[in-house]
C-alpha cells in the first residue's frame, strides 16, 4: 500500500512539472507572438524619417559634440549618415549634390540635407558614399521589428530590444567604423570584409578551454581597482592567449585575423560600450561579461574581447589611443609593452 501511494506522488510530481513546464513554454510563446504583433503594425517602409527617427539622429549629434573627443579625438568631425527602413534609404549630409540620391529636405532640426533612395543591400556598417566612409545603421524600429521577428519562437523578444541610449550607442559603433575607414582606409579595406574568425576550432576543446580562461582574465583585469591586480590579470591574459596559440599551432594568418578583428570590431563595441552607460537593456548591461560572451562560437566572442583590452588600456595608460592608426597596431602587442615596462 505504502509503496503505491509512492508511486502515486511522484507521478503526481512529474505530471505537475511537466504541466508546469509546459505553461511556461506557452506564456513565453504568447509574450513572444502578442510583441511581435506589437512591432509588425509600425511603418517600416516609410518615404521619410519620422520626427522620432530625426531626434534620434539629433541625440546622436549632441553626444558626439559634447563626448566625442572624449572617447577618440577626431570621432565627432564625420557626422554623415545612412539611416535605413525595410524600404528605404536615407543620407544625412551637408553635401549639396549627391549622385544616385533623391534630396528630400533641409532639416532645421538636425541641420543636415537629407536624401533618400529605394534600399540597396543596406548594412549596418561603414559605407562609402561618392567616396566618403559614413555610418549607416537601420531605424530603431526597423531593428526590433527584425529581432521580434527573427529570434525562436519561445525567446523573449524584450530581451533584445533596443532602446533609446542603446540604439544612440549602436549608431556611433557605426560612426566609430567609418572614423576607422577614414583613418586607416588601407587597413580597413584589407579587413572589412572578415568573418568567421578561427571558425576552424570551435571544435578544438583546448582552444575553447584556453580562450575562456583569456576573457576570464580580461574581465577581471576591466574591473580591477587596483593597477598592479589589472597588471597581474592583463599578464595571465597574454600568457594565456600566447599558451593557446601554441598549443593550437595557429598560424600567422590567423593570429593576425584576431588581432584585425579585435582593432576593429573590438574598438567599435568599446565605443558602443562608452555611450550605452544609460542604458537599461539588458544585451547592454551584459557587455561587460566578457566570460560569458567568449562562449558563443562566433566573431562576437572577438568584439567584447577587443573591447575588454581597450577598457584595461584605458586604465594602464592614457595615451594609448594615439597609436591607433599606425601600421598593424594592436592592442594586446600595446598591453604587452606597458607589462614589460612595469
Excluded at 98 to 109: A, E, H, Q, V, Y
Excluded at 241 to 263: G, H, Y
Excluded at 314 to 339: A, C, G, R
Aim: some cysteine; proline content about 1%.
Amino acid at each position: 500500500m505504502m509503496r503505491i501511494n509512492i508511486c502515486k506522488i511522484l507521478k503526481w510530481i512529474m505530471l505537475s512539472f511537466l504541466g508546469l513546464i509546459l505553461v511556461l513554454i506557452i506564456g513565453l510563446i504568447i509574450n513572444n507572438r502578442m510583441c511581435a504583433a506589437k512591432y509588425n503594425k509600425l511603418n517600416t517602409n516609410a518615404k521619410v524619417l519620422t520626427k522620432d527617427e530625426i531626434s534620434a539622429i539629433k541625440d546622436v549629434y549632441e553626444f558626439l559634440d559634447s563626448n566625442g573627443n572624449d572617447i577618440f579625438k577626431g570621432l565627432k568631425e564625420n557626422k554623415d549618415l545612412v539611416i535605413f527602413n525595410d524600404s528605404y534609404e536615407f543620407l544625412i549630409s551637408d553635401n549639396k549634390d549627391t549622385i544616385g540620391w533623391n534630396f528630400i529636405s533641409d532639416d532645421r532640426i538636425i541641420n543636415k540635407k537629407i536624401y533618400s533612395r529605394k534600399v540597396n543591400n543596406p548594412q549596418a556598417f561603414a559605407v562609402s558614399v561618392n567616396d566618403k566612409w559614413i555610418g549607416s545603421m537601420s531605424t530603431k524600429n526597423t531593428f526590433n521589428k527584425s529581432i521580434v521577428n527573427t529570434i525562436p519562437i519561445f525567446f523573449p523578444p524584450q530581451i533584445m530590444i533596443m532602446d533609446d541610449e542603446q540604439y544612440k550607442a549602436t549608431i556611433i559603433h557605426e560612426i566609430t567604423h567609418a572614423y576607422e575607414a577614414t583613418n586607416n582606409p588601407s587597413r580597413f579595406k584589407q579587413i572589412q570584409k572578415l568573418h568567421n574568425v578561427c571558425s576552424n576550432y570551435y571544435n578544438n576543446q583546448t582552444f575553447e578551454k584556453l580562450i575562456t580562461k583569456e576573457a576570464y582574465n580580461l574581465e577581471q583585469a576591466s574591473k580591477a581597482s587596483k593597477r598592479e591586480d589589472v597588471l597581474a590579470y592583463s599578464k595571465k591574459f597574454l600568457e594565456t592567449r600566447e599558451k593557446r596559440r601554441t598549443e593550437c599551432k595557429m598560424s600567422a594568418a590567423e593570429i593576425k585575423n584576431e588581432m584585425d578583428f579585435e582593432w576593429l570590431e573590438g574598438l567599435a563595441r568599446y565605443v558602443e560600450y562608452k555611450v550605452s552607460t544609460n542604458s537599461n537593456s539588458l544585451v547592454v548591461k551584459n557587455l561587460l561579461n566578457i566570460s560569458q560572451k567568449v562562449k558563443e562560437k562566433g566573431d562576437h566572442r572577438y568584439y567584447a574581447l577587443g573591447m575588454a583590452q581597450a577598457l584595461i588600456l584605458d586604465k594602464l595608460q592614457k595615451d594609448w589611443k594615439n597609436d591607433l592608426f599606425t601600421e598593424n597596431f594592436s592592442m594586446e602587442e600595446y598591453l604587452k609593452k606597458i607589462i614589460i615596462s612595469n
